[in-house]
Antibody
Framework: EVQLVESGGGLVKPGGSLRLSCEASGFTFSSYTMNWVRQAPGRGLEWVSSISGKSSFIYYADSVRGRFTVSRDNPKNSLFLQVNSLRAEDTAVYYC???????????WGQGTLVTVSS | EIVMTQSPATLSVSPGERATLSCRASQSVTSNLAWYQQKPGQAPRLLIYGASTRATGIPARFSGSGSGTEFTLTISSLQSEDFAVYYCQQYNDWPTFGQGTKVEIK
């Protein structure tokens, strides 16, 4: 069974940083591109970042480029999102999701909430 | 950026009735379109990819159609568990989502 479990969210002040993690199980993690997608409270979904299986290709949304860094540790079946210089508008639930092909996501974690507030 | 526009914002439907949801792209996305269902407090669930292919385990009452800029998700006979918010997403370019259609009980 495919499982994705995010962690690392929390309350942080504007300008602060967090490291989000996603632990994967039930599939060959290194064979899949992974997405981070976020959802602000009461709002829709926003793609944040993608990383290919061997980290050869990495992409970011314009809204986070230069502030967020995605990485992965394949032997540990783990995906990460380092979020720096946080702003109030980064407040959201952050989901990790598996990409079977293209850029759609077939399995999603339960999400981790990041709240940016003073 | 490709803008995805969903309509209507809210759809009121009685159980057992058909629901038709629309998604329009600001430019062609060929068939690179997915549909997701999201219930309160839950992660999105993939329903359809490639505009018309049902994901694993998705009931046959869900169907997708369209290509280019116009897409439709049809739920043939709404069950109680289908009342949720539905999002379309294009992946022909940098991924973008529609704003969602809430399907509520009439």
């Amino acid at each position: 069974e495919v499982q994705l479990v995010e962690s690392g969210g929390g309350l942080v002040k504007p300008g602060g940083s967090l490291r989000l993690s996603c632990e994967a199980s039930g599939f060959t993690f290194s064979s899949y591109t992974m997405n981070w997608v976020r959802q602000a409270p009461g709002r829709g979904l926003e793609w944040v970042s993608s990383i290919s299986g061997k980290s050869s290709f990495i992409y970011y949304a314009d809204s986070v480029r230069g502030r967020f860094t995605v990485s992965r540790d394949n032997p540990k079946n783990s995906l990460f999102l380092q979020v720096n210089s946080l702003r109030a508008e980064d407040t959201a639930v952050y989901y990790c999701a598996r990409v079977p092909s293209g850029s759609y996501s077939d399995y999603w974690g339960q999400g981790t909430l990041v709240t940016v507030s003073s | 950026e490709i803008v995805m526009t969903q309509s209507p914002a809210t759809l009121s439907v009685s159980p057992g009735e058909r629901a038709t949801l629309s998604c329009r792209a600001s430019q062609s996305v060929t068939s690179n379109l997915a549909w997701y269902q999201q219930k309160p407090g839950q992660a999105p669930r993939l329903l359809i990819y490639g505009a018309s292919t049902r994901a694993t385990g998705i009931p046959a009452r869900f169907s997708g159609s369209g290509s280019g800029t116009e897409f439709t998700l049809t739920i043939s006979s709404l069950q109680s568990e289908d009342f949720a918010v539905y999002y379309c997403q294009q992946y022909n370019d940098w991924p973008t989502f529609g704003q969602g259609t809430k399907v509520e009980i009439k």
